[in-house]
């Protein structure tokens, strides 16, 4: 059983808009701190928004203003409101989980924006 499932991926123009979802499955939810990473043809992979378990919030400089991210304890998924895409957003977008020993991965979304 595949531990993250992020959806919401897709393609948009230039100054559009997209929402990710990460859906944890199984286990508690609310102890993880999450984050959204991507990772670009050639390039290495980069943080993009973590979400502490108390809803601290952090952001690359890169999407500061742009992206937002959340947590829904009911619905064990964390999302990721991108806003104003820009070419340089495509990417494919990983959610992690964090909590003492346990690191998990999903298999991530596609994002992909044409200008």
């Known amino acids: 059983q595949v531990p993250l499932v992020e959806s919401g991926g897709g393609l948009v123009e230039v100054g559009g808009s997209l929402r990710l979802s990460c859906l944890k499955s199984g286990g508690i939810f609310t102890v993880y701190t999450f984050g959204w990473y991507r990772q670009a043809p050639g390039k290495q992979r980069e943080l993009v928004a973590t979400?502490?378990?108390?809803?601290?919030?952090n952001y690359a400089d890169s999407v500061k203003g742009r992206f937002t991210i959340s947590r829904e304890r009911a619905a064990s998924t964390v999302y990721l409101q991108m806003n104003n895409l820009k070419a340089e957003d495509t990417a494919k977008y990983y959610c992690n989980a964090k909590w003492s020993h346990s690191d998990l991965w999903g298999q991530g979304t596609q994002v992909t924006v044409s200008s």
């Open positions: 979400i502490t378990d108390s809803g601290s919030i």
